[in-house]
T-cell receptor, first 113, second 113 residues
Framework: DQQVKQNSPSLSVQEGRISILNCDYT??????FLWYKKYPAEGPTFLIS?????DKNEDGRFTVFLNKSAKHLSLHIVPSQPGDSAVYFC????????????FGIGTKLQVIP | DTEVTQTPKHLVMGMTNKKSLKCEQH?????MYWYKQKAKKPPELMFV???????INESVPSRFSPECPNSSLLNLHLHALQPEDSALYLC????????????FGQGTRLTVV
């Protein structure tokens, strides 16, 4: 039973355009959400996070949007760059969240020069 | 130093062998984790150590035995593994407390033959 779902296994975007990666969750206890980026042969690297008390968090080219009622979050990358090509994992942790993080299956983003 | 270092990078072991995976961080993080990741699957939490004490064991079989000798080191002792245990084993660390991101090592690619 996947509690964090990333339904698009892959995404291709032209350099300079917007990349939108989506994530849905089912567990109402989740209240902190993270995005990790993973290059081949490396461990995941933290990218950006959002608490459930917010609906948007922005860090440079990366913005995460949270829609709690829809149990949906998305990561926007603008403008996309070839170096952004990686696998992006959505992750969630519950209230009082003891770092018991649940990961989605990941979306492979390819940014085409 | 913002690295989590895992050794070895690759390991091939027989089902009767005993081996250990090692993880080290010098960021002063007091929470350390072991994750297991199979191909095309999300990282799955195995163990969490907090202040060198085991705080979460996600019903992991006893053939996996974690150890935290001190605040910088985390080991995973392996004994009598099965071929289905072949996976990428990721170590991570984080600050104690809520809503903090984890720093991951690059993982140990384990093959059980």
């Amino acid at each position: 039973d996947q509690q964090v779902k990333q339904n698009s296994p892959s995404l291709s975007v032209q350099e300079g355009r917007i990349s939108i990666l989506n994530c849905d969750y089912t567990n109402s206890m989740f209240d902190y959400f993270l995005w990790y980026k993973k290059y081949p042969a490396e461990g995941p690297t933290f990218l950006i996070s959002i608490s459930s008390i917010k609906d948007k968090n922005e860090d440079g080219r990366f913005t995460v949007f949270l829609n709690k009622s829809a149990k949906h979050l998305s990561l926007h990358i603008v403008p996309s760059q070839p170096g952004d090509s990686a696998v992006y994992f959505c992750a969630a942790t519950p209230s009082g969240g003891y770092q018991k993080v649940t990961f989605g299956i990941g979306t492979k983003l390819q940014v085409i020069p | 130093d913002t690295e989590v270092t895992q050794t070895p990078k690759h390991l091939v072991m027989g089902m009767t062998n005993k081996k250990s995976l090692k993880c080290e961080q010098h960021m002063g993080h007091r929470a350390m984790y072991w994750y297991k990741q199979k191909a095309k699957k999300p990282p799955e939490l195995m163990f969490v150590y907090s202040y060198e004490k085991l705080s979460i064991n996600e019903s992991v079989p006893s053939r996996f035995s974690p150890e935290c000798p001190n605040s910088s080191l985390l080991n995973l002792h392996l004994h009598a593994l099965q071929p289905e245990d072949s996976a990428l084993y990721l170590c991570a660390s984080s600050q104690e407390g809520l809503n903090t991101e984890a720093f991951f090592g690059q993982g140990t690619r384990l093959t059980v033959v």
